[in-house]
């Protein structure tokens, strides 16, 4: 363990040596090529002693060494790496600043996929300690990829992003968020993704202030208490048909199949208005 890290000590000078300017060895400018890998292998064994400090350090001179070698992939991969560090010796706002870094990066690189998976990884390891941070994070991991028409295949980021949201209480930007999502399921067909998008953003809509006290909210919590009921119904008596075609008279697009499990999904019975029961028992939800 100590001779790695006297190993590590010794490349960290060498590269630093590297690329100080002297005229005593005729070097008028750095000499990045060579010091740049000096600096990868020291962040390396740093690393394996247990020395975060010094890898970190290191690594965000690598990325600086490949920056200026116009390598924005590889500048990319060690600035994620001192963001790993940094989160290892909780400096939070290294954390946001070295994978927005990278994500940005990546972005240059023409790899907005890689851009925004870079950014939902910052994002995640700030989820705890810097939610503020975190939720931004998750918001430019979105951007980007919605700008290079790929927001279709981020379900787990958009997921991710909307749990956080959630998590904050911030019910109106989950459901802008949600609404995102369904847009990008329905430009791919992924019609069951949408329509559950859809549905999330209705629920979260419940616990935005200024909707939650309208007629309209009371009406969409009468229809998930209706729909709670018919699925525990349906699971007593076995009678899908019985739920399909009560809660299709009000919400053709609410998700279909195994109502009872979704029914147990939704919790326990609303507390909004009340739904009419007709004469042969179910719901009236006209």
């Known amino acids: ?12 000078q060498e590269a630093v040596k590297l690329t100080t300017p002297s005229l005593l060895s005729f070097r008028m400018r750095g ?11 020291a962040a390396m ?3 394996q002693c247990g020395d975060v400090n010094r890898a970190k350090d290191c690594y ?16 990319a991969k060690n600035m994620e790496k001192a963001g790993e560090a940094a989160k290892e010796l909780g400096m939070w706002a290294d954390v946001e600043a070295h994978y927005s870094r990278a994500a940005q990066l990546y972005a240059e690189e023409g790899r907005p996929s890689a851009a925004a998976e870079a950014a939902a990884r910052g994002a995640r390891a700030l989820e705890e300690r810097q939610p503020e941070m975190s939720q931004e994070m998750y918001r430019k991991a979105v951007e980007w990829l919605e700008d290079a028409g790929k927001d279709a295949m981020a379900g787990d980021i958009f997921r991710q992003a909307v749990a956080q949201l959630v998590r904050a209480g911030k019910w109106a930007d989950a459901v802008g968020m949600l609404l995102r999502f369904a847009v990008a399921c329905d430009g791919m067909g992924a019609r ?15 616990g935005v202030d200024n909707f939650m006290s309208s007629d309209e ?9 209706a729909y709670r009921r018919q699925g525990q119904r349906q699971q007593e008596r076995g009678d899908p048909a019985a739920i399909q075609a009560a809660v299709a008279r009000l919400a053709r697009k609410l998700p279909q199949g195994d109502l009872a499990v979704q029914a147990v999904q939704l919790g326990g019975s609303g507390g909004g208005a009340g739904v009419a029961i007709d004469e042969e028992g179910e719901e009236d939800l006209t």
């Open 45 to 47: 064994l740093f690393k």
């Open 31 to 41: 000499e990045w090529e060579r010091a740049t890998p000096l600096w990868e292998r």
């Open 60 to 75: 965000e001179h690598a990325a600086t060494g490949q920056e200026r070698q116009k390598s924005g992939w590889h500048a």
């Open 192 to 206: 069951n993704s949408e329509c559950k998008a859809y549905l999330g953003a209705v629920v979260d809509a419940l």
């Open 217 to 225: 909210a009371f009406a969409a919590d009468a229809l998930f208490d």
């Open 1 to 12: 363990m100590v001779d790695r890290h006297k190993e590590a000590e010794k490349l960290y």
